[in-house]
């Protein structure tokens, strides 16, 4: 049988397409059976599989073209999602950004093959060997690894998460740098190897499927300030019409907690008013010194039932348990840009402008599993004895002002927020008693320099006005008429949150103007980065203990054989 050539690839890929939409549901797409039934040989060597038709790279940009991303993300196609590739001879292959997941290597040798950025999430693999082999910026999450064996091959900023197994698995000769196994059974782990420079970690919420721009150019600067990111999947396998269910009731048990609560400082604040005014005045002061916030009570609540019975919204734990497998190991939280927030973790109805993710397989439901894990994630950090620093941009900066109590506004009728767009923050008077570490400083001593441009892509926003704990320290005054916050800080509890996408000043070309770079303030970005970075090095100063915890990271450069006694071998335990 002759061997598939790259042009006869192509050709075949639409194929391919066809026949799996006759495999049947949960089976996978046998290969090497269908090339062979092609009159094709199943040895498949100098292959690019990272076509058009399997991922395409994306830059976003204004409508007319103004504003453009020199950074490009990429948007995968499930072509070659749930394939067994078991009975194929690979060698020398590129699948590099592919979405993989649910593929199946079975008894197999592959060598000299590129998987640099692709999705292998949901894989089987077993008595498999990889040989000289790129796994840098790859997913293996929820994947099931067993007798495989990793030979002279490349591991940077790896997620090997949520593995369902792992075991008799080896690297050996290998370069492991910032790959973090996180969450997944017990067999899954590796052997602490803390380097004396080991590089603080910032957990960042990711989409293996559809990365955005926020998160991509977030990991990027983290990566510029000497801080490694640590991918937390927001695409958690659920129940969805079971999850839904739970917020509901969680919504109606949070209102009626909320009114409790209200009705009770309401009646001791007439027992001390003069007058029906002087009562309302005394309720909304007392009533934002309690600290409660809708989300937060929302988690609260979801923990306490299921203390009391594990029965109890299982699916919003699972969940609180995912994000939580990952907060415990990492240095600080960055939450970045995204969808809408849904409203019933606010306590409001939906606005008919109010855009959520919906399922793939259930597209009548929205999909609120990114809620529930940036809602835990802020819940766990507020309730901290140490609170590790958070940072909050775009939507990440909404769901921590709305953890907080702030006003969230579902609609800003500003139609440009709707596309990427260039505004100036709007530095608030520093006050005496501001530290010198404060956004607030730093932004007004900024803005006596140069404007404080920043690029804005959102049609909601906040006032911080009702929020408890946080304090605005700049806002913008929308062509809808409404002024809201878009810095602001609590530095008691290590959060720091911006509206704006400060992030993107590092997508840049040195000595050009392309990309959003040079249409905003480096320095603005720098007033609320530094701080972040300045809290999360001494934060990670004041854990001394740290290098006590069970590892789940090689942070620092190494290369893995088993020979080597100076370097732990990544065998597991059996």
């Known amino acids: 049988m002759p061997i598939l050539t790259q042009t006869e690839l192509q050709q075949l890929l639409d194929d391919i397409a066809e026949a799996k939409k006759n495999t049947p549901p949960g089976s996978k797409f046998p290969l090497a059976n269908y090339l062979k039934a092609k009159n094709y040989s199943p040895i498949l060597q100098d292959l690019d599989f990272a076509s058009e038709k399997t991922v395409k790279m994306t830059q976003l940009q204004r409508a007319d073209g103004s504003l453009s991303s020199l950074t490009t993300v990429p948007r995968r196609t499930d072509l070659l999602t749930n394939i067994d590739f078991s009975g194929c001879e690979l060698s020398n292959c590129n699948f590099n950004e592919c979405d993989l997941t649910g593929s199946v290597f079975y008894d197999q040798i592959i060598h000299n093959s590129s998987f640099n950025n692709a999705v292998l999430n949901h894989s089987s693999m077993q008595n498999v060997q990889f040989r000289e082999g790129q796994f840098n910026h790859c997913s293996f999450a929820y994947s099931e690894l ?10 940077l900023h790896t997620n090997l998460n949520y593995l369902k197994q792992f075991a008799q698995v080896n690297f050996d000769n290998c370069f492991i740098e910032r790959t973090s196994m996180l969450g997944g059974a017990k067999d899954a782990s590796f052997e602490q190897n803390y380097g004396k420079n080991k590089v603080a970690l910032i957990l960042l919420c990711w989409n293996d499927r559809v990365p955005l721009m926020s998160a991509t150019l977030a990991e990027k600067m983290l990566l510029e300030r000497g801080m490694s990111s640590v991918r937390m999947d927001i695409m958690a396998e659920v129940d969805a019409s079971q999850l839904d269910q739970e ?42 010194k309690q600290g409660i916030s809708f989300p937060l009570l929302m988690i609260q609540l ?33 939450l970045t840009g995204g969808q809408d927030m849904d409203p019933r973790f606010y306590g409001e109805e939906r606005h008919p402008k109010t855009g959520l993710p919906t399922y793939a397989d259930h597209p009548e439901l929205s999909d609120p599993r990114r809620d529930v894990l940036e809602f835990s994630l802020v819940y766990m950090q507020q309730r901290a004895s140490a609170p590790k620093p958070l940072c909050g941009i775009c939507r990440g900066s909404q769901v921590i002002a709305a953890s907080y109590g702030a006003t969230i506004y579902q ?16 530095p608030k008077e520093v ?19 140069e404007v404080l441009s920043a690029i804005f892509m959102h049609h909601q926003g906040y006032d911080l006005t009702k929020a408890h704990g946080l304090e605005a320290t700049a806002s913008t ?17 290590n959060v720091t949150l911006v509206q704006a996408h400060l992030e993107y000043y590092v997508d840049k070309e040195e000595g050009t103007q392309r990309g959003f770079a040079p249409h905003m ?37 190494s290369t893995t054989t ?7 071998s990544v065998e597991s335990q059996p």
């Open 146 to 155: 067993a007798q495989v064996h990793f030979a002279d091959s490349l591991f």
């Open 247 to 288: 917020i509901n009731q969680l919504n109606l048990l949070t209102k009626n907690r909320i009114q409790q609560l209200k009705d009770e400082v309401l009646h001791k604040a007439q027992k001390r008013a003069k007058n029906e005014q002087d009562a309302a005045a005394l309720f909304a002061e007392e009533w934002k």
């Open 302 to 334: 979801m923990r306490e039932e299921n203390e009391k019975n594990t029965a109890a919204f299982p699916q919003m734990n699972a969940l609180y348990q995912h994000a939580k497998a990952v907060f415990d190991k990492v240095d600080g939280i960055m």
């Open 411 to 426: 609609e800003l009728d500003s139609p440009e927020r709707r596309q990427y767009f260039v505004e100036t923050l709007q």
């Open 431 to 449: 006050k005496p008693t501001a530290p010198l570490h404060s956004t607030s400083r730093h932004l007004v001593a900024t803005a006596d320099k």
């Open 477 to 493: 005054q929308t062509s809808g008429g409404k002024m809201i916050d878009v810095v602001g800080e609590n530095l008691a509890q």
């Open 521 to 557: 303030s480096a320095n603005a970005a720098d007033a609320v980065f530094q701080q972040f970075q300045t809290r999360v090095l001494a934060y990670r100063n004041s854990q001394v203990f740290s290098h006590s915890k069970s590892a789940g990271f090689f942070t620092t450069s």
């Open 562 to 568: 088993d020979e080597d006694d100076n370097t732990p």
